[in-house]
């Protein structure tokens, strides 16, 4: 699911790499931001992940 949301840009292995694990500040939890991977991993909405592919600029 993750990966067919994935815009076009993220599709090459070294971007997605640096995407999943970037902390990003939409991904925030007591103060400390999270890479989306250690979103996921938390049990977290995967949905939340797909919505930053989604809105950001590529």
Do not use: K, N
């Amino acid at each position: 699911m993750l990966y067919a949301a994935a815009p076009q840009p993220l599709l090459d292995a070294a971007a997605m790499t640096e995407f999943m694990t970037t902390p990003r500040t939409h991904l925030t939890i007591d103060a400390h931001a999270l890479s989306p991977l250690q979103w996921i991993r938390e049990g977290r909405p995967l949905e939340t992940v797909i919505a930053l592919f989604r809105e950001r600029e590529w």
